[in-house]
Every structure is written in structure tokens, then in C-alpha cells.
């Protein structure tokens, strides 16, 4: 039976790690001590960006569906293979097939030996941050990795950086898996996303904008006065945390231009269903940007055949 795996331990760990804006640092024996943390303490998001992929019919599948009893576990069937993230893997532990598991364990030593309640002694990592990244106007995605069978459930990683009104409409996907910086956790200097200019409102959608530039003086001042005031509350959020104001707090004054990083690890048919809403000239500009970014890296294969 063939196995298919995306992910390694060290993805695990980034995505886990994301949340300090330290995802890209590596340091083995930490990294097998905070796999074995999160799973203990049941931290169990960072577990969804790992993929298996299992020869299997549909039989196969409704199997393993009746066989844990879990109201939320979830496994698809596509393409004669069985899909399941890493955190159901391991609800279905004992149900999945021993070539299933063997490949797990080769794959992800560490994460393998944590959920057998083994030491762990080897440790898999990434072969790279990205493998392709993509600038937009407002910030950048990259691709950290893919598992391409051909089929509705082909899996995708990406990692991404993006004002927060854009991570709004972003995270509104339900359909796929997400890991994101926190501001509670993280103090850095916050990075903005500043327009080159301020669009017009459009006048056939209520929602939308034009390409066009609004009128002058009002562009120019607006522009020095945005500018101005996202300096000024970078000084006092800095200023906040200098004299001991509680992270969590001081962070609501940054403003949504202010950029937020994530990782997306979503199948093909729900990858679809974001390009084609957000290519859609009704979606907002740089949301636009960055589903062409991800046609540009991955392509647009029309698969979100689901009606709505
Ligand atoms: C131009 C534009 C404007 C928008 N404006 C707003 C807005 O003003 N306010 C707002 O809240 N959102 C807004 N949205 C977000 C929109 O309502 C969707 O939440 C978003 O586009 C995600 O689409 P989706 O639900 O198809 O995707 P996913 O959440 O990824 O879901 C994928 C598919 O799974 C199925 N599905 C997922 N969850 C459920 C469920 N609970 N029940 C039934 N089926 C489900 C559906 O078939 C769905 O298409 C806007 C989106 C666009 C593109």
C-alpha cells in the first residue's frame, strides 16, 4: 500500500512557532521537546499542516469514520487514497494501517516516538523555508510545500504575510488549517502595509474600489496624515511595552494596515474555492493580489465542484 506524507517534525514545530514570530529558528532539542509539549497539553492545531495520503477505496473510508467514535474527527476520500490531517492520525492511531504508520515514523521520527510515549532521537526538518514566494503591494506569500496526487484533495502549505483586514477575509475559509503570530506573545517592531496611493470608492459596488486615485490635495494629505499616525502609535505601543503595559492589551491600538504571518495548509478543492472567489473582481484588491500569487505558484484547476 502506498503512503503519502506532507509535512515533516519541523513543520510541525514552525507552524506551532509562528505564533512567537520564530518559525524560521531551528533547534533540534527544543524543537522535539515543544513537539512532545504540545502534544501532552493537547496544543494539537500545529498538527494539521502535516498530510497522509493512503491507498484506499471508499470502504477503507468509511471504516476508519465508523470505527472512531469522535463527532469531529474528520478523513476524506478522493481519488482512491484516504486524506487525513496529522491530529486525526493520531484520533485514529490504532486504526490506521501499519504501512500507514511506518511511514509516519520514517518521515517524522520525533513527532512518531512522542505519540508512542518513545524518546525521541531523530528529528526530520524542512529542505527549505520556502520553496517559491511571491511579493504582492500589501505583503508576501511563499510555499512551503505540496502533495500532488491529482485529485480534489491535493494538499498545500503556504506561509503568509499580510495586513490584518486581508487575514480577516483570509481566515474566513473555513476549509483548511491555520497558524498565525500573536501579538500577545510577540513585542517586535510591528511592520505596515502603506498604499502607494488611496483608491475611489467604486459607484457599481457597494464593497468595491476602482483603480483610480482620488482627487487631489486629498490624496497627498490623507497619504502624510496615514503615515503620520501609524508612526505615532507605533511610539506609543512601544512606548506601552517599555513601561510594562501587558502585550495583550497594548496591541489593540495597531492598526489593521499593521502586517500578521500565517501558514494555510488547505486541500486543492477549498484552494479553488478561495481563487475563484478572490480573483472575482468584487474581492478587495490585495486579497485579489494574493490569489494570483497562488495561481502563479500552484495554477487554478477549477475543482470546487460543491454548488455553494
Ligand atoms: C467578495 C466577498 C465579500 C464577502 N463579504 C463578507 C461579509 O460581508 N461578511 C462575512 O461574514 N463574510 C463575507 N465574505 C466571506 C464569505 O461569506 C465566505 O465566508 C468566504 O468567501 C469563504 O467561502 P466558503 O464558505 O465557500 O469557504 P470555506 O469556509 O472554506 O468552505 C468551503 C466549503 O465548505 C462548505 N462549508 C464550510 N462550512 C460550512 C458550514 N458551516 N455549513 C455548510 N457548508 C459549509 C461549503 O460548501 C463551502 O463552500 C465575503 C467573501 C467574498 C469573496
Known sequence: MEAYIMGSDQRIVRCARVSFGKDDKVDMDRDKKLIKYLFQHRH?????????AFEGDKKD??????????????????????????????????????????????????????????????????????????????????????????????????????PLFVARQWHRHRFGSFNEVSR?????????????????????????????????????L???????????????????????VAKELARGILPQFMHTRFYWTVPRISLDNFISLRTHEGAQKEIREFAEAIISMVGYKNSATFRL
Not at 494539537?44 to 497522509?52: C, D, K, L, R, T
Not at 511592520?191 to 490624496?219: C, G, H, M, V
Request: glycine letters at 4%; aromatic letters at 16%; proline letters at 5%.
Open 44 to 52: 494539537a492545531s500545529p498538527f494539521e499542516h502535516v498530510i497522509v
Open 61 to 162: 473510508w468509511i471504516d476508519l469514520i465508523q470505527k472512531v467514535q469522535s463527532p469531529v474527527f474528520q478523513v476524506y476520500w478522493a481519488g482512491g487514497y484516504v486524506w487525513l490531517n496529522l491530529r486525526n492520525f493520531i484520533n485514529a492511531f490504532e486504526h490506521i494501517p501499519r504501512a500507514v504508520k511506518q511511514k509516519v515514523r520514517e518521515l517524522l521520527p520525533t513527532t512518531y516516538a512522542v505519540i508512542k510515549g518513545e524518546t525521541p532521537t531523530d528529528y526530520s526538518t524542512d529542505s527549505s523555508y520556502v520553496s517559491q514566494k511571491v511579493e504582492t503591494s500589501s505583503g508576501w506569500i511563499g510555499l512551503v510545500d505540496k502533495l500532488e496526487l491529482g485529485t480534489l484533495m491535493d494538499y498545500y502549505t503556504f506561509v503568509v504575510e499580510c
Open 184 to 220: 500577545r506573545y510577540v513585542s517586535y517592531e510591528p511592520t505596515f502595509y502603506i498604499p502607494s496611493y488611496l483608491r475611489k470608492q467604486s459607484d457599481k459596488n457597494k464593497q468595491a474600489s476602482t483603480d483610480e486615485k482620488i482627487d487631489e490635495p486629498w490624496n497627498s
Open 222 to 244: 490623507f497619504m502624510k496624515k496615514i503615515k503620520w499616525y501609524i508612526e505615532d502609535l507605533r511610539t506609543l505601543y512601544e512606548n506601552m511595552i517599555e513601561k510594562g
